[in-house]
């Protein structure tokens, strides 16, 4: 696979290999000691919502502190002739999206359909989403393709970076004192796609795809939570010859870029690197 192909839209499905799934099996472990009460998609679905966020929580300060973890990644890398060395990521992700979650108060503004560059990541961010536990069909989340290279309105020129960061930054707490203030960029139009695709899978699947792409979270209906990582990552030479996306529609200011790591040594990539994409990305 090349992985620019990604760049001009296209999307891959995929299995996890046995080396993968066995670093992947901690997380599911770890969800299983936090909720040993039972099946953690059930109870998860009918807990308090504030419950379930303190124990994700818990459960997300385990993976980030688990330097193994990422090496699931090694095997997918090599599948996809990258070096491991070029790739920079951000944390990973673990979501629960319970059963009805878009019925909460609150939770419209976490499904706003939208590319995450509006959220100040780079345009030539590659998304890999893995199920950790089963996500029927329309559960999970959906892409709307033929808007890959077409603009479509937003406000996503109300997002500030810095001050994301300053009321809580991503996967907040529901009791952050600032909570209030957070912008969600969305779309200003009806979104009209006739190609939508709708995303599922079950642990040992993943997706890949361009986090260009115009997307949202669906409506949890299948009657208990689905859990899911998402890994963030971006390769140093595309960040360092700009290749990737045209912008087409993104005003946010600031970038993630600054918190990506390196997955072999931790590093950043260098401030004039990162300067330099920010700027050639910026919509003109």
Same mark, same amino acid.
């Given at each position: 696979m090349d992985i620019k192909s990604l760049y001009d839209g296209k999307t891959y499905f995929g299995n996890l290999c046995k080396e993968s799934k066995s670093y992947l099996n901690t997380i599911l472990q770890y969800i299983q000691d936090e909720f040993q009460a039972g099946d953690p998609c059930l109870i998860t679905s009918q807990i308090p919502y504030l419950q379930l966020q303190n124990s994700m929580a818990r459960i997300r300060s385990k993976i980030y502190e688990n330097h193994s973890i990422p090496k699931f990644l090694f095997p997918i890398l090599e599948e996809w002739n990258v070096d491991p060395n070029d790739v920079y990521l951000d944390l990973l992700r673990l979501r629960c999206v319970p059963n009805g979650f878009h019925l909460m108060q609150g939770a419209e503004s976490v499904q706003y359909i939208h590319r995450d560059s509006w959220y100040a990541n780079p345009e030539n961010q590659i998304n890999l989403w893995i199920p950790i536990t089963k996500v029927e069909l329309g559960s999970g989340f959906s892409l709307y393709p033929s808007y890959f290279k077409k603009s479509i309105q937003n406000n996503s020129s109300m997002f500030l970076y810095d001050h994301w960061l300053e009321t809580g930054g991503f996967q907040t707490s529901a009791i952050h004192p600032r909570i209030g203030e957070k912008i969600f960029p969305k779309?200003?139009?009806?979104?009209?796609?006739? /190609?939508?695709?709708?995303? *599922?899978?079950?642990?040992?699947?993943?997706? #890949?795809?361009?986090?260009? +792409?115009?997307?949202?979270?669906?409506? /949890?209906?299948?009657?208990? *939570?689905?859990?899911?990582?998402?890994?963030? #990552?971006?390769?140093?030479? +595309?960040?360092?010859?700009?290749?990737?996306?045209k912008n087409y529609d993104n005003g946010s200011k600031g970038s993630t870029l600054y918190e990506m790591k390196q997955l072999l040594e931790g590093k950043v990539l260098p401030i004039e690197v990162i300067q330099s994409y920010v700027k050639s990305s910026a919509l003109l």
């Open positions: 779309p200003l139009e009806q979104v009209s796609d006739p /190609n939508v695709l709708s995303v *599922s899978g079950d642990f040992g699947d993943y997706f #890949l795809f361009a986090s260009h +792409h115009l997307h949202g979270t669906n409506d /949890n209906t299948q009657g208990y *939570s689905r859990f899911s990582l998402e890994v963030r #990552l971006v390769i140093g030479d +595309h960040i360092k010859n700009h290749i990737g996306p």
